[in-house]
T-cell receptor, first 116, second 112 residues
Framework: GAVVSQHPSWVICKSGTSVKIECRSLDFQATTMFWYRQFPKQSLMLMATSNEGSKATYEQGVEKDKFLINHASLTLSTLTVTSAHPEDSSFYICSAFPGGDTGELFFGEGSRLTVL | GNSVTQMEGPVTLSEEAFLTINCTYT??????LFWYVQYPGEGLQLLLK?????DKGSNKGFEATYRKETTSFHLEKGSVQVSDSAVYFC???????????FGTGTQLKVEL
């Protein structure tokens, strides 16, 4: 199947700093990518939908200035957590949609962020 | 709104045991239903899906039947293996978009 890679897999940062997480589709082009956040023992919460070349669409309650999403190419979307705080510590997952009739999404392995 | 409820884990089974992971849903309209699996250190992968009532999705020995009357999509496997140890997510999608609503995930541990 298609491969989506996230980087870094885990990151630790100090409170107040910004962290960038990359999501790459390695063997297909993705016009749409999705960013999720997962808290322990909770479901994946959709944060935003990222469309190549346009502004991301954020879900209700997600701060767009806090979680900056850029989808500059058909194979790369980035999530930047700005001025991170301990409550931003979480597992962030991206998925990519290659198009077609199946509607299947392909997921990255996730990135664990710990803010000290 | 849409929601998915899964049984809490972890579920621990012996190899060759029968597996059921319950999933029920609430949705507007007629959802498509999915099971995703996440093996340790990997991203979620689509395991199986069903797009309309009474459809049965199957893959790798796993099955799930779309039951509209009970709004359920329970995952079953007749004989689990150690290699099936993973986290299983039930999910749904409505409309023509690609937004998925996930359950909380159920961790399965299969022991020898």
């Amino acid at each position: 199947g298609a491969v989506v890679s996230q980087h870094p897999s885990w990151v630790i940062c100090k409170s107040g700093t910004s962290v960038k997480i990359e999501c790459r589709s390695l063997d297909f082009q993705a016009t749409t990518m999705f960013w999720y956040r997962q808290f322990p023992k909770q479901s994946l919460m959709l944060m935003a939908t990222s469309n190549e070349g346009s502004k991301a669409t954020y879900e209700q309650g997600v701060e767009k200035d806090k979680f900056l999403i850029n989808h500059a190419s058909l194979t790369l979307s980035t999530l930047t957590v700005t001025s991170a705080h301990p409550e931003d510590s979480s597992f962030y997952i991206c998925s990519a949609f290659p198009g077609g009739d199946t509607g299947e999404l392909f997921f990255g392995e996730g990135s664990r962020l710990t803010v000290l | 709104g849409n929601s998915v409820t899964q049984m809490e884990g972890p579920v621990t089974l012996s190899e060759e045991a029968f597996l059921t992971i319950n999933c029920t849903y609430t949705a507007t309209g007629y959802p498509s239903l999915f099971w995703y699996v996440q093996y340790p250190g990997e991203g979620l992968q689509l395991l199986l899906k069903a797009t309309k009532a009474d459809d049965k999705g199957s893959n790798k020995g796993f099955e799930a039947t779309y039951r509209k009357e009970t709004t359920s999509f329970h995952l079953e496997k007749g004989s689990v293996q150690v290699s099936d140890s993973a986290v299983y997510f039930c999910a749904l999608k409505t409309g023509g978009g690609n937004k998925l609503t996930f359950g909380t995930g159920t961790q399965l541990k299969v022991e020898l």
